[in-house]
């Protein structure tokens, strides 16, 4: 069964049509892609961009009968309330006289509203090419891809370890796909903790999968009788279904760092352990220390941040460390006294004001080329007043804080605008940490957030990704952790670093500099006084070197 055949289309019910017409969507070329169908809709299930014009587009599935004037009226309204230059209604049936004769009633007020039939549809799927696009791995990818088959042929498990922005999601929808050419009936399940995930995850690997295979959704929400093909799941949904027989070929965990060694993805794996296991991450560390190769191996193929930008990978970057509210005072104390690394944060670091980080980021503003930014910040109240006071700069009047806090749909409606230029800047929690492509990013600021080497590496990725007039990003980091001081000395000393290297065309080189110099010689020695320091606990203490020599 095709994913758009007559009778995917009549079979697949009011909840998987709109996931149908959303691949079809990609098929033909749309972009940013985003389902807001629910509740407070404003008669809007897809939102889509093409061409640089945003879409919005009203599903209507039904076992028979017509698609009335209704769905006309329903779909005029959203594309007033999202402000899309185009409106669709679709449908898997027909559409009644009524609904044509509105839409010829409305095109003389306005812009147009598209009738979309099931005729349509199967029309279109049968005239776009078998597969989404020609997908060509880099070098480094072919290498991940060979090292990683070699390993699931020779144990039935593979690790893959690539940085923010080098295309680990890529690397592993070409291991399904080499998969399905192989066994081309087999079953394949991509597994990750999350449900928005999941969903991202799905429209990812469109582009890697013949037409003719279908994919799903298995989720609290959706729970589908039919797992052939390709199921992206819930690791949660994923184990109900193994307990129920369910046994796919390949099995591939996303975000593979959530793996532990107890609990729900241990289970999974055990249940499925004649299934290859395939793991991909960006980020192995876990904050409880568990070391995730106990169920997925060694790496079998690694690429990290730092080697990536310095083979060209990924964008050079500016990198500037705020540490001008240094507490002096506490710096000589703590020659002479042991801090936990907590408390030594809490004292070291003075509060920096917004304003500060404002004036900051209007410079790097005016520097940049096409600037984007996103800002991070520790807690939501932050977010929303630092994106206020960022409102009241002309230039920045469309700021936008984005995070947990905000519905679904009104987070998805932001990240578009963003996406589409309508957003100069989005304030941020750790909404964007995984599985959001923004590629446009060429300013990142850390606003006073605490560090995590895991969520650090996922931030900083944000802005390291490519694109075709993108070359550096400038991050902007007012440090109030020490880690954070170590993890950038670290990326220092990475790129500073001789060997040699794959060099794809001539680079401009990073740069990492701190605001103030004495703060730099002094930290530097610390920080080698402290090798482990980037990931240490927060109970963790230290006791730095004398500061005489610095004040002489």
Same mark, same amino acid.
């Given at each position: ?22 691949? &079809? &969507? ?45 769905? !006309?009226?329903? !779909? ?10 185009? +409106?669709?209604?679709?449908? *898997? ?11 010829? *009633?409305? +095109? ?36 991940? &891809? ?41 079953? !394949?399940? !991509?597994?990750? #903790? ?62 593979? #760092? #959530? ?85 030594? $944060? ?9 304003? +500060? ?5 209007? $410079? ?48 998805? $409606? ?27 990013? $060429? ?87 402290? +090798? ?7 109970? #963790? ?12």
């Amino acid at each position: 069964m095709r994913f758009l055949d007559a009778a995917s289309l009549l079979d697949s019910g009011p909840l998987q049509f709109p996931r149908r017409i959303e691949r &079809l &969507l990609w098929h033909l070329g749309f972009s940013d892609v985003s389902n807001i169908d629910g509740s407070g809709d404003e008669g809007g299930d897809i939102l889509a961009l093409h061409k640089g014009e945003t879409w919005v587009i009203q599903c209507k599935w039904k076992r028979h009968g017509a698609v009335g004037a209704d769905a !006309v009226d329903e !779909v005029a309204r959203a594309r007033d309330h999202y402000r899309a230059h185009k +409106a669709v209604v679709v449908t *898997n049936t027909r559409f009644s006289p009524d609904a044509r004769k509105r839409v010829a *009633n409305l +095109a003389r007020l306005g812009p147009g509203i598209l009738l979309w039939g099931g005729t349509d549809l199967t029309t279109s799927f049968d005239r776009v090419p078998p597969r989404f696009g020609q997908v060509t791995p880099r070098p480094y990818q072919t290498e991940a &891809l060979q090292e990683l088959t070699a390993d699931l042929d020779a144990s039935g498990r593979a690790l893959l370890v690539l940085a923010t922005g080098l295309g680990k999601t890529v690397v592993g929808g070409e291991m399904i796909a080499a998969h399905l050419r192989r066994v081309p009936q087999d079953q !394949v399940l !991509v597994v990750a #903790h999350a449900k928005d995930l999941v969903q991202q995850l799905e429209r990812a690997l469109w582009r890697h999968l013949p037409k003719a295979v279908p994919t799903r959704l298995l989720t609290g929400d959706t729970r589908p009788d039919d797992l052939s093909g390709l199921t992206c799941a819930t690791v949660g949904s994923a184990l109900s279904a193994a307990r129920f027989g369910y046994r796919p070929g390949l099995v591939m965990i996303d975000e593979a #760092h #959530h793996v532990g060694e107890e609990g729900q993805y241990d289970e999974l794996l055990e249940l499925l352990s004649s299934a290859r296991h395939l793991g991909v991450t960006a980020t192995p560390w876990r904050g409880d220390k568990h070391d995730i190769t106990h169920q997925l191996g060694a790496p079998s193929f690694s690429l990290g941040i730092e080697e990536g930008m310095r083979r060209g990978y990924l964008a050079q970057v500016d990198y500037r460390l705020f540490v001008d509210d240094i507490d002096w005072d506490i710096v000589r104390e703590a020659s002479d006294h042991s801090y936990g690394l907590a408390e030594l $944060n809490a004292k070291l670091f003075l509060p920096q004001r917004d304003e +500060a980080i404002r004036d900051e980021l209007a $410079n790097a503003w005016a520097g940049t080329r096409n600037p984007r930014a996103i800002v991070f910040c520790r807690t939501i109240e932050h977010a929303e007043r630092l994106a206020d006071m960022l409102r009241r700069t002309p230039l920045w009047s469309g700021a936008l804080a984005i995070h947990a806090g905000l519905a679904k749909r009104e987070r998805q $409606n932001r990240l578009l605008a963003f996406r589409a230029g309508e957003v100069p800047i989005l304030t941020a929690i750790d909404i964007l940490n995984e599985g959001v492509d923004v590629p446009d990013v $060429n300013i990142l600021c850390f606003a006073r957030v605490t560090h995590s080497r895991r969520i650090f590496v996922q931030q900083l990725g944000r802005g390291l990704r490519l694109r075709e007039g993108k070359e550096r990003v400038t991050v902007l980091d007012f440090v109030s952790d020490l880690r954070r001081i170590a993890a950038a000395l670290k990326l220092k000393r990475a790129l500073d670093g001789d060997g040699e290297i794959e060099t794809l065309a001539k680079i401009t080189p990073s740069n990492i500099d701190f605001s103030d110099q004495k703060v730099a010689t002094l930290m530097d020695e610390w920080i080698k006084d402290a +090798a482990s320091l980037e990931t240490a606990y927060d109970e #963790h203490r230290l006791q730095f070197p004398s500061t005489r020599a610095h004040q002489e």
